[in-house]
């Protein structure tokens, strides 16, 4: 990457709007904007960090449009370098209009990401503060959207900040003591050293402990409705994506194949999926129908069985919840229809630790939506202002840290030479600098920013 030259994209969600940004950052900021911009009034550089109005002029100095350009001179700003953003109308070609002429004068077409990579490598914020940024803009739940908010306020990178300062004053008192043995630098003890370098460990396993919320949050967990027909397994689906996205109906075998939304129960993010009524059927169609709900059951990490709870099981819904007992993922038995009262024998779901009773037709969902959360995050956590690891590449950085940090205690332990134990110890360190960009390889900060939007 460039970091020199200057660059420029749309910001804005192409089409039509009431505006449209386009965003200019690099050493030539100034000498672009002069020559697309005349001011009415107020120079934008002059006057920094203030909308100036003006018109927008194309190479041969006529008149595209009138607008407001703020200037943002370095350090202060988003990238770090002269940043301005031109807002214009926003009309499809209009804006691409306005990009064309700061294009023709001197700046380059952005790429994906590359106005934060460019604040991460000026300093501006860490790889895992950018990563929750990303994390932000394609943020679908309320969940996902506080979890990247605290990210972004640098809650995870403060966590693995500490824990790199912690480690690199405990190897340079090791170091100390290998390289001046003779001298008296109040250094720690061997004992002292293990016990530092065990705190550090377990402050690591903590930390890494949150991916199980973070996961459940931001990456989701697949879900299935399944049960009888008719058990209110589509009312139950509307329910929880907050619209009537599947067909109710009193007959029968109504949901004939699997439909899918992402949606949130809670904090949890569900990648939900609704499935035809389990039962024996000649209709070819219907077959088909469940056949798949069988194996969208076998694939999924949570399993809602969904039961009509006011009556008696038949011989069918006996069946069906002893082959639920057998799947690999987590099941609930959701006893619905509670509004009417219920008959169903509760010995028959003896066998499953997971038992909720719901309306769903009412919409009193809660007491799932509390169970869900209980099986998938940790209660003590506050996603919007706790450390929580929000990625599997930096729940991986901080197992290898862990794993890392277990051998140097380990070599400790077997009276190896401090120095030898200094290597595993190191590899930690650099895992930790995994987690924020310190030490993480180009090819991997390449891809997290490909995934961003060309003006981002």
């Not at 911009?37 to 002059?46: L, Q, Y």
């Not at 001179?73 to 804006?95: D, K, M, R």
């Not at 940090?405 to 077997?414: C, E, G, Q, S």
Request: include cysteine; aromatic fraction near 4%; proline fraction near 3%.
């Amino acid at each position: 990457m460039k970091v020199y030259d200057t660059i420029a994209a749309i910001s804005t969600p192409r089409g039509k709007g009431g505006i449209a940004v386009i965003r200019i950052s690099g050493e030539e900021c100034v000498a672009i904007l002069k020559r697309v911009f005349v001011p009415c009034g107020k120079d934008p550089v002059e006057y920094a960090r203030r909308a100036c109005f003006g018109h927008i002029v194309g190479p041969d100095g006529d008149v595209i449009d009138e607008g407001l350009v703020t200037y943002f001179a370095t350090p202060h700003s988003f990238t770090g370098e002269n940043v301005a953003e031109i807002s214009c109308h926003g009309g499809v070609l209009l804006t691409e209009t306005v990009l064309g002429a700061v294009l023709a004068a001197g700046a380059r077409p952005a790429t994906a990401g590359e106005f934060t990579a460019r604040a991460m490598l000026n300093g501006k914020m860490g790889l895992a503060s950018a990563e929750a940024l990303g994390a932000l803009l394609e943020a679908g739940t309320k969940g996902q959207m506080l979890l990247a908010r605290g990210g972004m306020e640098g809650k995870l990178a403060d966590a693995t900040s500490a824990l790199y300062e912690r480690l690199t004053a405990i190897l340079s008192d090791i170091y100390a003591k290998v390289d001046f043995p003779d001298e008296d630098l109040n250094s720690m003890s061997e004992q002292e050293l293990r016990a530092a370098l065990l705190e550090v460990r377990e402050r690591t396993a903590a930390l890494a402990a949150t991916w199980h919320t973070g996961r459940a949050v931001s990456d989701g967990v697949r879900t299935v409705i399944c049960g009888p027909v008719n058990a209110g397994k589509s009312t139950l689906y509307n329910a929880i994506v907050g619209r009537d996205a599947a067909i109710v109906t009193d007959i029968a075998g109504t949901t004939r194949d699997i439909i899918s939304e992402t949606a949130a129960l809670g904090q949890v993010t569900l990648h939900l999926s609704d499935t035809a009524g389990l039962r024996d059927t000649e209709d070819a169609v219907e077959k088909i129908g469940v056949a798949r709900a069988d194996a969208a059951i076998d694939e999924a990490e949570l399993v809602l069985l969904v039961l009509d709870g006011s009556k008696a099981p038949d011989g069918g819904t006996r069946a069906l919840i002893e082959r639920l007992k057998r799947v690999q993922g987590t099941v609930v038995a959701v006893l619905n229809k509670e509004d009417r009262g219920g008959d169903f024998p509760s010995e028959v779901l003896a066998d499953f630790a997971h038992v909720v009773k719901i309306s769903a037709k009412t919409g009193d969902i809660s007491p799932l939506s509390s169970l869900v959360e209980r099986l998938y995050t940790d209660e003590t956590l506050d996603i919007r202002n706790d450390a929580v690891v929000a990625n599997a590449r930096q729940f991986a950085a901080l197992v290898r840290a862990a794993e890392a940090l277990d051998a140097a205690i380990a070599a400790l332990d077997a009276g190896i030479p401090l120095d030898a134990s200094c290597v595993e110890a190191e590899l930690a360190l650099s895992a930790f600098g995994e987690v924020d960009g310190r030490a993480v390889g180009e090819d991997i900060v390449a891809n997290i920013f490909s995934r961003f939007c060309v003006g981002k």
